[in-house]
């Protein structure tokens, strides 16, 4: 049991959950988030054994204690997964290693978002499939080696630090959340040979990395709005929607543009002279 990750993780889930989005009144308060209180009463425990566990003094807490904390604080699969493991429990995983199959029904919803770009990727941000849109805006993922094609090891560790984060304009949000993606798949998969020597090699490449790593900092955002700097087309304003693929381990991100706008334009312009070079792949 981690108490001290597990406190500090209670403490900013608490912070980001208001009144409103548990049907309880707003009223007058001097903090953000919830009240310990609140927590404790949504999660039918003592208001003292939760405030122990973010004080980092409290006992082991039992898995009903850790279900109706996720429940009392609306945790996503990810995050829910992250609060057992900070507790000293493992959900059971449903193989040894992440799922790489992408369903048919998934691969037919990404090839019919013409208009927008779509990747699917696992927890370790491995790109598993994409549209021609997102190869075009990217890069052709099908030209890569299988390791080569994971997101956060391309951050990390791609040698041209100029374009390893595909020229976002600030990819600081967007790398704690990839972060913490592979700490949900480090929870899950804990006997899985490739992810130890992804996270090995990560440690060993970047200090980036490692300082993020080490901080135990834990924040997944399913929106972003982010400009991407395209080297053909100049900077495009997108918003990224993160959608989970129920009992896949799988994320479908969707790169969208609002239509009529200069980068919507840009998305466009890019279809067509992204067609013939930028293949669908699975």
Known sequence: MDKHGLAKFLRG?????????????????????????EVAQLAYISVDHYTRLEQARGRHPSRRVLDGIA???????????????????????????????????????????????????DDTCAVLAWNPLAAALFEDFSALAGRERNVIRRYFLHPDPERRYYGMGSPERFVVTAVS??????????????????????LAGSEEFARL??????????????????????????DFDVLTV?????????????????????LQFLKVIGAEQAPAGA
């Open 13 to 37: 889930k608490r912070e980001q959950v208001g009144p409103a989005d548990v049907g309880l009144p707003e009223g007058r308060r001097r903090t953000p988030g919830l009240r310990r209180e």
């Open 246 to 266: 129920p009992d896949q381990e799988q994320q479908v991100v969707i790169f969208t543009a609002e239509p009529g706008s200069p980068a919507y334009e840009s």
């Open 71 to 121: 429940r009392a604080l609306r945790l996503s699969d990810q995050e829910r997964a992250h609060l057992f493991h900070l507790a000293g429990e493992r959900e059971e995983s449903r193989s040894a290693e992440p799922v790489r199959e992408v369903r048919p029904s998934t691969l037919n919803l990404v090839n019919r978002l013409t208009d927008a770009a779509a990747i699917v990727v």
């Open 181 to 202: 993606y592979l700490r949900v798949a480090v929870t899950r998969y804990p006997g899985s040979r490739e992810l130890r020597s992804l996270v090995e090699e990560l």
């Open 213 to 238: 790593w080490n901080s135990q900092r834990f924040h997944i955002e399913r929106h972003l709005r982010q400009t991407v700097r395209h080297p053909r087309v100049g900077p495009i304003e997108l």
